[in-house]
Nanobody, 126 residues
Framework: QVQLVESGGGLVQAGGSLRLSCGVS????????MGWFRQAPGKEREFVAAINWRAVTTYSDSVKGRFTISRDNAKNTVYLQMNSLKPEDTAVYYC????????????????????WGQGTQVTVSS
């Protein structure tokens, strides 16, 4: 059984930074792409960033240049470094594991991810 556990959320002022972490167990971590998504109150879950097993990354336009996704295969952990945070970044952030091994072209399509964490709240005050 795949388990994903996020941490690192919290309250930060606009312009500040946070780093989210997501530990993964139950599958060979380095074989799968990983993604971060977020969901604000009253809105649909949206793609934030993804990293494939070769560490190739992709970002949504709303976070490009401010957020960085990375992975440490030795620690079975994926990170999301968030800088220059804005109030509109306020959401519950979820990490997710791709459902297909060795996928090279990662996307923000939610259906491609088969395992999800419980989410961590990020609140950015103005």
């Amino acid at each position: 059984q795949v388990q994903l556990v996020e941490s690192g959320g919290g309250l930060v002022q606009a312009g500040g930074s946070l780093r989210l972490s997501c530990g993964v167990s139950g599958r060979p971590f380095n074989h799968y792409a990983m993604g971060w998504f977020r969901q604000a109150p009253g809105k649909e879950r949206e793609f934030v960033a993804a990293i494939n097993w070769r560490a190739v990354t992709t970002y949504s336009d709303s976070v490009k240049g401010r957020f960085t996704i990375s992975r440490d295969n030795a620690k079975n952990t994926v990170y999301l470094q968030m800088n220059s945070l804005k109030p509109e970044d306020t959401a519950v952030y979820y990490c997710a594991s791709d459902g297909i091994r060795w996928r090279t072209v990662v996307s923000g399509t939610i259906d491609e991810y088969d395992s999800w964490g419980q989410g961590t709240q990020v609140t950015v005050s103005s």
